[in-house]
């Protein structure tokens, strides 16, 4: 299955997020207007708000709510990029110029704080006191993630337990939250719920790991931007904690000096010391794992054509190439 296909099953609610979004950017201020409009149409696959209308149609509904949690999922996604590429210093996204490129940092900050705002506007207005509290915690976890990952740049003493932590919260979180918010929404019977919340989890930590991955073995003009960002930026990933674990001490000595480093300057030579520690097969079996084991959730959902599609994602989320 292609996220074609899988966009096919909800595409009236996708096309109606869209509009909410354009909808939703509203603002008197139009530099806010701009740099929001920027990121948000910049062409990322709006994974989140898709798991949001394809959890609502496996349980039986559609329509303006479940359009709406899907519009505040992208808005606080977006507010976390923009936030995200003023600490990373990011240069491109998407293949494209970050939006702290053309505009400036203070610009986007405020910006990412006024989507925040916004969202939580939206949030008030589906009048769901259990989703307000799934996506308040959820904002909390994210921004504490991101926090922490930034404690440990350039430490390379992460422990892969320290690492799980990290992308739990800056990235599975808010996938969490998006399946089970919709499962929330709809008042999903709690069995059903809890087994949405963990497969949007395991699929959340999948994504990420896949991503460290593809930070060594993408090709920057698919990826969308730079490969080697996480070394340069001394971000100990999978990768390098297992190679750190396993490789002979010469090679343990070469990696732990890079992170400490940062730059690219030694990336041929960690690429090699992860070749033959198969940190990158490592990696790779571990995100097979998650996903494996969030199909496994789905035992609890009916079966179809949206069902199908979940199943789907998974499969995508370990096979894409950006």
């Known amino acids: 299955m292609q996220l074609q296909d899988i966009l096919a099953v909800v595409g009236d609610d996708f096309q109606a997020v869209d509009q909410l979004i354009n909808e939703q950017l509203s603002s008197r201020v139009p530099l806010v207007e701009k740099i929001a ?19 609502a149609r496996a349980l039986g509904y559609q329509g303006d709510q479940a ?37 400036g940092n203070p610009q986007c900050v405020l910006v990412g704080d006024f989507l925040y705002s916004r ?32 404690t ?4 390379p003493k992460i422990t892969e337990e320290q690492y799980f932590t990290v992308i739990q919260g800056k990235t599975a979180q808010l996938f969490e939250a998006s399946t ?24 959340g930590i999948a994504f990420q790991l896949v991503d460290d991955l593809l930070d060594y073995e993408g090709d920057t003009e698919e990826l969308g931007k730079n490969v080697g ?36 300057d030694d990336m041929d030579s960690v690429m090699a010391v992860l070749a033959s520690c198969g ?11 998650c996903v494996a084991e969030a199909e496994k959730q789905l035992q ?23």
């Open 279 to 289: 940190s990158m097969e490592y990696t790779r079996n571990k995100a097979n794992e």
């Open 37 to 55: 409009a920027y990121i948000v149409t910049s062409g990322g696959k709006r994974i989140r708000p898709l798991l949001v209308l394809l959890t």
């Open 229 to 264: 960002d996480d070394l340069a930026e001394g971000k100990a990933t999978l990768p390098l904690i297992h190679a750190i674990a396993t490789a002979p001490e010469d090679g343990q000595k070469l990696v732990k000096q890079a992170i400490r480093k940062g730059g690219l």
């Open 180 to 203: 089970e918010g919709a499962a929330a929404l709809f008042d999903a019977p709690a069995e059903q719920q809890e087994a949405l919340r963990r497969y949007g989890q395991l699929l």
């Open 119 to 150: 969202a939580f506007q939206m949030m008030v207005e589906l009048g769901s006191l259990p989703v307000m509290n799934i996506l308040s915690t959820t904002t909390c976890v994210i921004a504490e993630g991101e926090v922490l990952q930034l």
């Open 67 to 103: 359009v709406k949690l899907a519009t505040v999922i992208e808005f606080l996604h977006t507010a976390t990029l923009l936030h995200d590429d003023v600490v990373d210093k990011s240069d491109l996204r998407r293949g494209k110029p970050t939006a702290n490129s053309n505009w």
């Open 300 to 322: 609890l959902i009916p079966d179809s054509d949206a069902k199908a599609a979940l199943i789907g994602l998974l499969k995508l989320a370990v096979q894409r190439k950006n």
């Open 152 to 155: 440990n740049v350039r430490n």
